[in-house]
């Protein structure tokens, strides 16, 4: 499962996440509500442009405590395909 964490709302995600995150199940979390838990998550991508310093420090602690694989973007999902 793939964690998709900041911005509000993703719109068009399923359209613009390549083949292998596309294939997986995703959850998203905007960094506001509650946190999601990671105990299925195999990849994290973190929106770097539309989310708070704290819920990017708690994801990358918890990332690294399991042992996921993080990829963070400065402007979007977009930055995935190009």
Known sequence: MCLV???DRLGA???LLPP???REEYIHWDGRSR???MSRVTKVVVLTGF???NAVNYV???AKKRGISMIFLRRGISDLSA
């Open 60 to 62: 990358k602690k918890e």
């Open 5 to 7: 964490v900041g911005a």
């Open 51 to 53: 989310i708070n310093h």
């Open 13 to 15: 995600v399923e359209r």
């Open 35 to 37: 946190r999601p838990s």
């Open 20 to 22: 292998e995150y596309s």
